[in-house]
């Protein structure tokens, strides 16, 4: 008797095979990996997609995300492209082009309701690459560090809701920006899916091309003003507050 082939897992259908390896699609297009560690790379770029979250609920925060993102995209034109889900890389606009998109954002009257979330973020870490959002720094008695430190502490498990929902955010703001397309039958084609994680078993599979699509993007766009924030966040961190990230989280 002829034995049976063994099907692929669904899983790895969209992967591309290469020797004994199976690349993703997104890794096969864009090139392999860096090292990327969840809390300690990740949540420092992702923690002001959280908080616009957190005041406002998941639409309208990812909507006002959207918007802080087109409108530097629009005014960043042809200079090399960069990833505005990060917010190391509003680093990268100069002064005219901070201007012109606080200006984008006061005309739409979305500026106030954006620095109300952020106030936060900007209390505890000044040199915040959106500081440019603000006339002046928000003062320290009108946030708590204890309400701060809660929020960063959900976002600490990617694949709990918060921290799916930040890089699900992160990638939305990669398609309405031009940077990302998929073909139809990947995961990621059936994206507004991830509305339903983690109840359905569609929405856990899309998730989970999210997490992998984040990783592939910041490798490629990671740039040295996201090595100066990273690096400022968490100094700053261990002045505001002496503490230990869980070395296993850290890891990630």
């Known amino acids: 008797m002829v034995a049976a082939k063994k099907k692929s897992p669904r899983a790895l259908a969209d992967h591309r095979k290469v020797g004994n390896k199976f690349i993703p699609p997104l890794t096969a297009e864009l090139g392999p990996l860096t090292e990327i560690r969840w809390v300690n790379d990740l949540v420092p770029e992702f923690v002001w997609l959280a908080l616009l979250s957190d005041r406002y609920g998941l639409k309208m925060g990812t909507d006002l995300a959207r918007r802080l993102a087109l409108a530097a995209t629009v005014v960043r034109g042809a200079k090399r492209k960069a990833w505005f889900a990060l917010a190391s890389a509003y680093a990268e606009l100069d002064p005219s082009e901070r201007d012109a998109v606080v200006a984008k954002l006061e005309a739409d009257g979305i500026a106030q309701q954006i620095r109300e979330a952020l106030s936060p973020l900007l209390t505890f870490y000044p040199e ?19 309400d701060f430190k809660t929020i960063l502490e959900l976002v ?55 997490r992998s699509t984040v990783l592939t993007f910041y490798s490629q766009f990671k740039t040295d003003h996201s090595t100066a924030w990273i690096s400022y966040f968490w100094k700053r961190g261990l002045d505001l507050d002496d503490c230990k990230l869980d070395e296993e989280r850290g890891a990630e």
Not at 128 to 146: I, M
């Open 128 to 146: 915040c690459p959106l500081r440019f959002l603000f006339v002046d720094l928000p003062r320290s008695g009108n946030n708590s560090l204890e």
């Open 156 to 210: 600490f498990d990617k694949g709990d809701i918060p921290g799916t929902f930040a890089q699900a955010t992160a990638v939305y703001i990669a398609f309405v920006t031009d940077m990302l397309k998929v073909f139809k039958g990947l995961a990621l084609a059936n994206f507004p899916a991830i509305e339903d994680y983690p109840s359905t078993e569609e929405s856990q599979c899309v998730a989970s091309s999210v």
